[in-house]
C-alpha cells in the first residue's frame, strides 16, 4: 500500500479555519527567534536597527497588546529597504504572532486572517532574498499551507507541502519541529499526527545524534549528547537556548510533552515534560508552573487534548499549540 504524503495527510484534515491558524502559525513564530539570517546586508540602515530593538523588546517581553507599534516600525523600515531580509522577516513574524497566540482575544475577528497572507507575502519575499536561509522556506511553508486550509485551495496545499518537505532536507534540526507543529492540532488517530509526532523524535535524534527509544528509555543521555554535540555547530540555534529563543528547549519539551499526551502515552509524556528541568535556564522560564501542571495532570489531559473544542474555540487546558504560550514558550524572558 502506497505510504500517505504529506499533502495527503493535510487534505484529509478537518479543521475549524481558526484552529488551523493557530496550529500553523505557532510553529511558526515558535522559530522565529534562533537567529539573523546569515544574508543580513554589510549596511543596514538606523531606522532598521531601531525597528528590530523594539521587534526584540516586543517579543521577549510577551508584549501581545503591542504588536502593532512594533508593526508599524518593522513595516516602516522594510518600506525603506524593501531588500533587507531581517526586515521583510520581521513584518511576516509579528503578522504570525498575532494570529498564533490570538487565544488571548476575547474575540477573534473574522479579518485576522488577512494576518495569514500578509505573513505568507512576507516570508515569500525574505525567502527570495535570503534563498540559503532554510528557516525562512519552512515558515513560508507554513504560512502557504495557513492560507490554503482557509481558500480550500489543493494547488496552493501543494505548494506548500512541496515547499515544507524541502525545508526539512535542508535543515531538519530546525524544519522537522516546524513541520511537526503544524500539524499537532490534527486528530491524534490521524496519519499527519502520527507523522507530526515522530518527526519531534527525529528532531531529538539530529539534535543529540543518538537513536531514543520511542518510551523515553535512554532520553536521560539525550542532554549530554546534545551539549557535546551539537554547541559548536549550526545545529546549536536549532537545538539548544540562544539569547533569541532563552526556553527553546523548555518549549520544545513542552509542546512534544503534549502531543505525546493528546497520543495516548501519558508515561512518556511525563518523562519528556521532565526533560525540560535539564534545561540551563528552566529556573528563570515563566511557564515553569504550567509544565509542573502538566506532569500532575497527565493521564487526565489525554481526554482533555482529544476533546472537541469549546463553543468559541477556546479550551480551559489548550495544548501549547492552541494557547497564550504558543510562541512565548520558547521565547519570553
Known sequence: MKKPSLLDRLQHARLPIVAAMAATLGCLVAGIAMAQSTSTPPTRQPAALRADQLFWQTFHGGDYEHIQASLEASTAAYLRDPND?????????????????????????????????????????????????????????????????????????????????????????????????VMSRLPASSDGFKLALEQQWQNLEVCGHMTLDRHGGNLD???????????????????????????????????????????????????????????????QWPYREVLEQRIRD????????????????????????????????????
Open 85 to 181: 531580509a531581517v526586515s521583510t522577516a520581521h513584518v511576516g513574524w509579528l503578522h504570525m504572532w498575532r494570529v498564533a497566540e490570538s487565544s488571548r482575544l476575547d474575540h477573534r475577528p473574522a479579518s485576522i486572517t488577512d494576518d495569514i497572507v500578509l505573513a505568507r507575502k512576507y516570508f515569500q519575499k525574505a525567502a527570495a532574498l535570503a534563498p540559503d536561509d532554510a528557516r525562512y522556506r519552512g515558515f513560508l511553508a507554513s504560512a502557504i499551507l495557513a492560507e490554503a486550509q482557509i481558500d480550500q485551495d489543493a494547488s496552493l496545499r501543494q505548494q506548500g507541502a512541496d515547499i515544507m518537505q524541502q525545508a526539512v532536507a535542508d535543515w531538519p534540526a530546525f524544519n522537522l519541529f516546524t513541520s511537526g507543529y
Open 221 to 283: 543521555r539525550f542532554a549530554q549528547g546534545v551539549t557535546q554535540a551539537t554547541a559548536n555547530s549550526r545545529d546549536a540555534r536549532a537545538c539548544l537556548n540562544s539569547d533569541k529563543a532563552p526556553h527553546n528547549e523548555e518549549g520544545f519539551f513542552l509542546n512534544m510533552g503534549d502531543m505525546l499526551t493528546k497520543s495516548g502515552d501519558w508515561q512518556t509524556a511525563r518523562k519528556v515534560y521532565a526533560a525540560a528541568k535539564q534545561s540551563p535556564n528552566y529556573a
Open 298 to 333: 497527565a493521564e487526565a489531559n489525554v481526554s482533555v487534548f482529544n476533546a472537541a473544542p469549546a463553543p468559541g474555540g477556546k479550551s480551559a487546558t489548550p495544548m501549547m499549540i492552541g494557547s497564550d504560550a504558543a510562541c512565548m514558550a520558547c521565547h519570553q524572558r
